[in-house]
């Protein structure tokens, strides 16, 4: 096994992340084999062990991190926001924002099937807080706007799933056409916001 310095390895990691974050989303994870991941920086496959346990971690590790990132950003437009209504709009239009360029969460958000095939391979307990850092901030936004009974009166779970179906609504584009996409898009924002929020 070949020994690498640490500043090697740091270098040979972030570009073996880089090159498996393009394979993702061009190819999948399925049809990403670990020599695409590994030839980008010419080392042996058998190499690919001392920097990720397994292809799957190495998903999670770049899901892990697009989530932080799109947290970090679209978070604070939602806490800019004086009511309820405005907040799940600021959110909607911020997250919809992040999923046209972050293809891996949007994969998360709007299609589980690949995420379920990695989770079958690693640690439930590690995806879960991994993985969903898109998904478990909502949660709590709703749970806690629900608790001072400014959200309809609806399962927690429920009013996650119709945020997750307008959100998804971006695997759509082509056939609602891209011309009037935008403007579907601010109708169907509005008409979650005002339902998730009406007779209050």
């Not at 119709?162 to 584009?173: D, P």
Request: net charge neutral; aromatic share 8%; hydrophobic share 40%.
């Amino acid at each position: 096994m070949p020994k690498f310095t640490e500043a090697e390895k740091e270098r040979i990691r972030l570009e073996m992340m880089r090159t498996a974050h393009q394979c993702f989303i061009a190819k999948g994870l399925k049809n990403t084999s670990i020599e695409d991941i590994t030839s980008s920086v010419s080392i042996a496959k058998s190499s690919f062990y001392i920097f990720f346990e397994s292809k799957e971690m190495l998903y999670l590790e770049l899901l892990a991190f697009e989530g932080e990132e799109i947290e970090r950003r679209v978070w604070p437009k939602v806490e800019e926001e004086k009511d309820i209504c405005g907040a799940i709009k600021a959110y909607l239009h911020a997250m919809a924002s992040e999923l046209e360029t972050n293809v891996l969460t949007q994969r998360l958000i709007t299609n589980l099937e690949e995420y379920k095939v990695v989770v079958r391979k690693v640690n439930p307990e590690y995806s879960a807080t991994k993985t969903l850092r898109s998904i478990v901030p909502l949660m709590e936004f709703i749970k806690n706007n629900k608790a001072s009974k400014k959200l309809i009166h609806e399962d927690i779970e429920v009013i996650a799933g119709v945020i997750r179906a307008a959100l998804a609504m971006i695997i759509h584009k082509k056939d609602v056409g891209e011309k009037i996409y935008p403007k579907v898009q601010e109708i169907l924002f509005n008409a979650v916001a005002n339902e998730l929020t009406n007779n209050l």
